[in-house]
């Protein structure tokens, strides 16, 4: 059921649409988050001048979504994102996030989060503006409606259910050659059940996937491509988190349309 | 003169300050370190805390009055740090969990089970009352008292590197909010 889930998720709506130039440049390697960006440029075979002039415009202002206002300091601390776990909880490569702790419970400082998560929704947005495949990713149970239905809403996609082991390292055997894999994972929980590191996290470093994750004060934030130090247990924080996603890529996408259609290239010109 | 320059500077930064007219949020002048920045309007707005420290007599009432506008967005004070803010959050004030009493609300009722959320990182669980008046009163939405005992149940186990977490707190339910009661709780 989950294998089935996930194939329909990859063979969904980019699929038909690929040119087989595109689909034979799925598994390049991207050595960095930088790189991704900057690769999906030069190696289009069929992008015109006006496709890449649009990339290279996004990406010449530094805040060229204006993300910076979708959300503010005051937000995250009445979403209880600055509170972690107990000390004893704590994951020693978090201690540079942690503001300190009170009375046995590590404090987040979000104004290093302000920073991290401003980061992440930037290349979210890039990613999205690229016609990227973004995959949301957490197997709290509590919260996994939520993320699916956050999924479903900003034409994206979500994986909150057991992950099979070789879903991104096995691909092209378990569904078929020529698979497309994400652009960027987005974990809004790194750890699973039984608060190990999701599987999917050392998966997507293996492939080269850059990955944004919400890391919490108990999680290991070594692999992750942009770490968010953030609460991942309360609800009022995983809806602050999943709101910003949406807005931020509905945001991307809404620019990409104005800005193709304000260029009359119209819908001929793909996603890429 | 001097107070006629006075007023139309306040006016311009005021106005490109705040932005009462919009429903955006506000940039921060954390904010405005980083390249990241929403409008032309930052260094306008970054020279403000220090021109209102040297402002004498009448320009700084009418700097106070701007603050108390009546659709309840405040001046320069809303940019707390986050040092400020948690100094003076409820969780902080209230010190030591253990014993204190707190009010939450029910999420969700599974059978006996209710969930209450009291603004900590975690819920407690809580059996429902046995028969009593208030009984049926236990429903999904209704505000309840609590004693807590621990915003967190860990504990360290033999051979572990770290804390297994139950992703609870603990507190014993003490009866439902009444409106004589509310003024004695915290949160």
New interface residues.
Partial sequence: MAAGFVTKAFRGLRWPRLPAALVSCSGHAYGTAAAAETAALPTLHESTDDTENLLRLSLNQ??FF??????????L?NA?V?????K????RLMEPYL?GS??D?D?I???QT??HL?LALNFTAHVAFCGGVILFVSRRRQFSHLVESMAKECGEYAHTRYWQGGLLTNAHIQYGTGVRLPDLVVFLSTLNNV?QQHVAVRDAAKMNIPTVGVVDS?CNPSLITYPVPG?D???AAMELYCRLFKMTINRAKDKRKQLELLRGLGSSAGPL | MRVCCVLTNKMRTISGGTRPWTNRPVLHTKCTKTAYTGSGKAPEHLQEPDQDARKPGFAAAYELHTDLRPDGRRGPADEESFATLLRRSPLVQMGPARDRIVTGRIFKVVGDDLYVDFGAKFHCVCRRPPEGPDAGRYQRGARVRLRLEDLELTARFLGAATDTTLLEAEATLLGLLDGKDAAKLKK
């Avoid at chain 1, 600055?82 to 107990?86: A, E, N, Q, S």
């Fill in positions: 530094p805040d204006r993300l910076s206002e979708i959300f503010n300091l005051k937000d601390f209880r600055h509170l972690g776990h107990k004893g909880c704590r994951h503001f009170r009375l419970v404090i400082d979000l104004e302000v920073e401003r608060f108990n609460n247990d309360t609800p």
